[in-house]
């Protein structure tokens, strides 16, 4: 069964620190994974995808099969960084598969 | 372009009444999924549809069900509602689906039962 699992339900960091996000998934096959991000009073929206490679808004998350993990990393915080941050896992190659979410990790930038 | 829209925004029901609720995808899309959210579990998906047809569906009882129209607009329905289905109801939009496409989220439906 696939599974993400973000192990920090919240997170602060000051601004201009370096932040990650943990995130951890269990999937025997070949993984498709994202991060979605929710600011306040605005919808989820899709951040990045990991087969994307690009780095949005400073962030970038890369994946490690070995250590099933797609840790979301950011080298300064700023305040606009706050929101409700989602890893979120689907299967590759086989179409288009429901995607399962973690619990979320809610950033704090800290001024 | 106008983005994802669910009626209605929010909905309070008593226990055993049914429920539905609408989406309406941002046009040009054919793929819509929702999901339910609660503090408990997080986002948890429960149907996906594509051109008509239930092409996904998640770990739910039958109580839940939806359909898809010809234009794209979804709906999904409760049945029998219980108090443990108060929740924040999120659809998401995407051309083909959200593995391969970006997914566009309405604002939800909360949905609180008594």
């Known amino acids: 069964a696939q599974r993400v699992t973000q192990p920090e339900k919240l997170l602060s960091v000051f601004k201009g620190a370096p932040v990650e996000l943990k995130c951890n998934y269990s999937y025997s096959g070949s993984p498709e994974l994202f991060w979605y991000v929710q600011y306040s009073r605005q919808r989820l929206q899709l951040l990045l995808r990991h087969i994307s490679r690009e780095s949005i808004k400073g962030f970038t998350a890369d994946l490690n099969k070995g250590e099933t993990s797609f840790h979301l990393k950011k080298p300064f915080a700023q305040e606009e960084d706050s929101a409700m941050y989602y890893c979120a896992l689907s299967q590759r190659n086989s179409g288009n598969t429901p995607l399962v979410f973690g619990k979320g990790t809610r950033l704090s930038v800290i001024a | 372009k106008a983005g994802v829209t669910q009626t209605p925004r929010y909905l309070i029901k008593t226990r055993g009444q049914q429920v539905t609720l609408s989406c309406s995808p941002i046009s040009g899309h054919r793929s819509v999924s929702w999901y339910q959210q609660t503090p408990g579990q997080g986002l948890q998906f429960l149907f996906e549809?594509?051109?008509?047809?239930?092409?996904n569906k998640g770990n739910f009882p039958g109580r839940f069900s939806g359909r898809q129209f010809s234009n794209s607009r979804s709906e999904m329905n409760v049945s029998t509602l219980e108090l443990g289905d108060s929740a924040l109801y999120l659809c998401?939009?995407?051309?083909?689906?959200?593995?391969?496409?970006?997914?566009?989220f309405g604002p939800g439906t909360r949905l609180t039962v008594l």
């Open positions: 549809y594509f051109s008509e047809t239930q092409r």
């Open positions: 998401a939009s995407s051309i083909r689906g959200p593995t391969t496409d970006t997914q566009y």
